[in-house]
């Protein structure tokens, strides 16, 4: 099976992986893929899209080959401003974008504050507001210090089939052959036959610094693209054409998947594929 290159940039003093499915002279398309994730989790999609797009699937900062950040957080700002800065070292004036959860997050605002780079955008899952916190702020930000002072070490787990099993428990729905996929590309042997997830653990730390929900349905007014909210029906997340956010966008549509999950693009990979083709050709 096609397999995608490795290849790396600089942003902000990180070292950040990109893997590059080639067909280097067709438009680029990149994949954003969410937060505890990796780049190779899109690889099914990169699959049955690499014909027409030269696709380009990010590790972002502090996930899979990628850097882990020196600082304290991973404010979401932050994975912009890498994105923002793979663009310009790659001279990409325009581009087309699937973002998933976090992933659909960073692009919705990548497309909002800078409307010029993007031409079509597929945001799936990525419409959850962490609003700034009720509670007084010298409260926020003691929590805060107090997490990151907590033990941040990664995981570790005593054989592949034990992180197998795992992965398993926490992704029921995922077939056998996504399982070990996934499995595979999300562990890092460390060399004493234990194995850690890839993903730094101050990912899950919230920064008490957050845009509002204001601030967010502003962004998203400014997104001049066509824009493709994809859901899960079974996510629990927010439905925007049920809850009215849908109308803080120009130009956007909402489709949803009854049945899907939170990774949208596992559960119905073929329905992906085709929605996408079709969606980003316009």
Known sequence: MQEPVARHYD???????WWDW???????????????????????IARGLRDQYRVIAFDLRGHGESEWAKASSYPVPDFVVDVVEFLRQMKIDRVKIIGHSMGGAISLLLAGIYPEYVER?????????????????????????????ANRAP???????????RFREAHPKRTE?????????GLRDNGDGTFSWKYDNGIRLRAPYRISFEQSAAIWN??????????GGASGRPNPAENG???????????????GGH???HDYPDEIIALARTFLKG
């Open 245 to 259: 956010w849908v109308q803080h966008f120009r130009h956007a549509e909402v489709r949803t998947f009854p049945d």
């Open 155 to 165: 995981r570790r787990m005593k054989s592949f089939e034990d992180a197998l099993a």
């Open 222 to 231: 400014r997104i001049e693209c066509p824009t493709l909210l994809v859901g």
């Open 263 to 265: 990774w949208v693009q």
């Open 11 to 17: 942003s902000q003093g990180l070292r950040l992986n």
């Open 121 to 149: 955008l597929i945001a799936i899952e990525g419409l959850r507001i962490f609003s700034p916190p009720a509670t007084p702020m010298h409260v926020t930000m003691r929590n805060w210090i107090e997490q990151i002072h």
């Open 177 to 185: 052959e996504q399982v070990l996929h996934l499995t595979k590309h």
């Open 22 to 44: 080639g067909n280097e002279t067709a438009p680029p398309l990149l994949l954003v893929h969410g937060g505890l994730d990796h780049g190779r989790n899109w690889d099914w």
